[in-house]
C-alpha cells in the first residue's frame, strides 16, 4: 500500500519546529533584552578567518630585553616582608619598562603609549592615594591598588622578583604582535616594515592588511556574547578578581570551577587580584587567546583613549574577537548608580554592547559584586547589566592604573 504524503501545512510546521529547535541552544537565557530584542551568543567552533595574531616566539632580541629590565631590578634592597617606600624612588625601582619591538612594555601596568617617567610618576601618585584612601570609608572588592601593588613586589627576594618580572615580560614579549594589530585596527597605527616577515603567527589576520581602520560605523548595531546563565557573585569581598575569571572560563569551558579554583591560580589575597594575573590565567587556562578570538589577552593603557576609540576597542573585542573583555573600572556611584557606596577599582566581565539610535550607547557587563551579600541592608545588584557606555568609560580612567584586559 502506498505511503500517504503529508500535507503541505504539516511539512511546514515540521521544518519550522526543526529550525526552531536548532536555533535554541544559540538564544540567551535569563531576559537579555534592553532594547527589546534577543542577540545570538557568538561561542563557536567553525572555521573563521583569525582575527589578530597568535602567540609568537621569543626571539634573542626580546630575551635580550627581558633580561636587561629584570637585571635593573637585582639591586633593590627593599628586603623581605619590608613595607614599599610610597615615592617616586619606589615606582621608578619597582616599575620598570621594556622596549619590545617598538611597543613599551611596564610591569605591572601593561602596554603603554606613554614615556618611562611618565608611568613612574603615575604609579608613584597613584600609591600615594590609594595609601591615603584606605584611611577613608571605602568598600574594598578585590582590585589590588596601587600601594598593594608595590608592596607586593617590594616583599619578594631578589630572586622571586626576578623570577615573576620575567615570566610577566616573556607573556607580554610573545604577545608583541597582537599589540601591534590592536594598535593597527583601533588606533590607526601603521604596521612596521617587516612585520609579517617576523612574525608569521600574524600572517592569517585579517586587520594585517586593512586598508583602514574600522569606524563604529562599521560594527553592527549590537553583539552579545556568554549565556546570562553562567554567572556568580563573588563569595568574599576581596575576590571581583576569581569571580571574573569563574564568569571568563565558565563560558569557554561551559563548566563552573568555582572561585577557590580560580583564586589560587591567581594567588589572590586578602589585598586583591592584579590585572596582570587576571590576564596571565585567562591566557593560560582558556581558549579565548587562540587566534580565531582574541589571540593572547593583553594589559593594554588606556589613558590616552577618548571615548569613540575606548568603545570601537570593546566593539572590535566583542565582533571581531568574539571573546569577553576583562573590566578594570573604578567602582563609584557616580558610574554606577547601583551601588549604595562608593567602592574601590574593580573588575567585570565585559560581553556586549548595543548602539541605540538617538539614546547614548549602552555595554553589557557582568557584575560579581553584590553588596547585599555582605551587608543586607544594602540594596541587592544584579549580575548582567545593560548601562551607559560612556559612564563604564570614565570609570576606566577614573581607576589609578587607567588600564583594560583584551
Known amino acids: 500500500m502506498p505511503t500517504a504524503r503529508p500535507s503541505r501545512p504539516r511539512t511546514v510546521a515540521l521544518v519550522g519546529l526543526a529550525v526552531l529547535l536548532a536555533a535554541a541552544p544559540f538564544v540567551p537565557h535569563g531576559g537579555d533584552r534592553p532594547d527589546g530584542a534577543l542577540t545570538p551568543t557568538t561561542r563557536t567552533e567553525e572555521a573563521v578567518p583569525a582575527a589578530?595574531?597568535?602567540?609568537?616566539?621569543?626571539?634573542?632580541?626580546?630575551?635580550?630585553?627581558?633580561?636587561?629590565?629584570?637585571?635593573?631590578?637585582?639591586?633593590?634592597?627593599?628586603?623581605?616582608?619590608?613595607?614599599?617606600?610610597?615615592?617616586?624612588?619606589?615606582?621608578?625601582?619597582?616599575?620598570?619598562?621594556?622596549?619590545?619591538?617598538?611597543?613599551?612594555?611596564?610591569l605591572g601596568l601593561g602596554w603603554t603609549s606613554a614615556g618611562e617617567q611618565e608611568v613612574r610618576a603615575?604609579?608613584?601618585?597613584?600609591?600615594?592615594?590609594?595609601?591615603?584612601?584606605?584611611?577613608?570609608?571605602?568598600?574594598r572588592t578585590g582590585d589590588l591598588d596601587s600601594a598593594a601593588l608595590l608592596a607586593r613586589r617590594a616583599a619578594m627576594t631578589p630572586a622571586e622578583r626576578?623570577?615573576?618580572?620575567?615570566?610577566?615580560?616573556?607573556?607580554?614579549?610573545?604577545?608583541?604582535?597582537?599589540?601591534?594589530?590592536?594598535?593597527?585596527?583601533?588606533?590607526?597605527?601603521?604596521?612596521?616594515?617587516?612585520?609579517?616577515e617576523r612574525h608569521p603567527e600574524a600572517r592569517t589576520a585579517a586587520p594585517a592588511t586593512a586598508r583602514r581602520s574600522k569606524t563604529q560605523a562599521d560594527y553592527p548595531r549590537r553583539r552579545v556574547i556568554l549565556d546570562t546563565d553562567q554567572v556568580a557573585e563573588q563569595k568574599r569581598t576581596y575576590w571581583c578578581g576569581p569571580a571574573t575569571m569563574?564568569?571568563?572560563?565558565?563560558?569557554?569551558?561551559?563548566?563552573?570551577?568555582?572561585?577557590?579554583?580560580?583564586?589560587?591560580?591567581?594567588?589572590?589575597?586578602?589585598?586583591?587580584?592584579?590585572?596582570?594575573?587576571?590576564?596571565?590565567?585567562?591566557?593560560?587556562?582558556?581558549?579565548?587567546?587562540?587566534?580565531?578570538?582574541?589571540g593572547p589577552y593583553v594589559v593594554l593603557d588606556v589613558s590616552d583613549y577618548g571615548f569613540n576609540r575606548w568603545m570601537r576597542l570593546q566593539m572590535?573585542?566583542?565582533?571581531?574577537?568574539?571573546?569577553?573583555v576583562v573590566l578594570h573600572p573604578l567602582l563609584h556611584r557616580r558610574?554606577?548608580?547601583?551601588?549604595?557606596?562608593?567602592?574601590?577599582?574593580?573588575?567585570?566581565?565585559?560581553?556586549?554592547?548595543s548602539k541605540r539610535g538617538p539614546k547614548p550607547t549602552a555595554i553589557s557587563f557582568f557584575e560579581p559584586w553584590n553588596q547585599q551579600r555582605f551587608d543586607p541592608s544594602e540594596p541587592f545588584?544584579?549580575?548582567?547589566?545593560?548601562?551607559?557606555?560612556?559612564?563604564?568609560?570614565?570609570?576606566?580612567?577614573?581607576h589609578p592604573h587607567q588600564n583594560i584586559g583584551v
Request: charged residues 30%; proline residues 3%.
Open 316 to 324: 572590535r573585542h566583542l565582533v571581531d574577537y568574539r571573546a569577553p
Open 335 to 353: 558610574y554606577f548608580p547601583y551601588l549604595d557606596d562608593d567602592a574601590s577599582g574593580h573588575f567585570q566581565v565585559g560581553r556586549g554592547y
Open 52 to 106: 589578530t595574531a597568535g602567540t609568537g616566539r621569543v626571539t634573542p632580541e626580546l630575551a635580550a630585553e627581558i633580561e636587561r629590565v629584570v637585571a635593573a631590578g637585582r639591586g633593590i634592597s627593599t628586603g623581605q616582608g619590608a613595607a614599599p617606600r610610597r615615592t617616586a624612588r619606589a615606582a621608578a625601582d619597582l616599575v620598570r619598562c621594556a622596549d619590545l619591538e617598538g611597543q613599551r612594555y611596564c
Open 246 to 294: 569563574q564568569m571568563i572560563a565558565w563560558g569557554w569551558k561551559d563548566k563552573d570551577r568555582g572561585q577557590r579554583h580560580w583564586a589560587d591560580k591567581l594567588g589572590t589575597t586578602s589585598q586583591g587580584t592584579s590585572i596582570t594575573d587576571l590576564v596571565r590565567v585567562v591566557n593560560d587556562h582558556t581558549g579565548w587567546d587562540r587566534r580565531r578570538y582574541a
Open 162 to 196: 626576578a623570577r615573576d618580572e620575567r615570566r610577566e615580560l616573556t607573556m607580554a614579549a610573545r604577545s608583541v604582535a597582537k599589540v601591534w594589530l590592536l594598535r593597527h585596527e583601533v588606533e590607526g597605527t601603521p604596521l612596521p616594515a617587516g612585520f609579517l
Open 381 to 398: 545588584i544584579k549580575r548582567v547589566q545593560w548601562r551607559t557606555a560612556y559612564k563604564s568609560y570614565r570609570a576606566n580612567l577614573a
Open 122 to 139: 603615575r604609579a608613584a601618585a597613584a600609591a600615594r592615594r590609594s595609601t591615603a584612601g584606605r584611611s577613608r570609608a571605602v568598600e
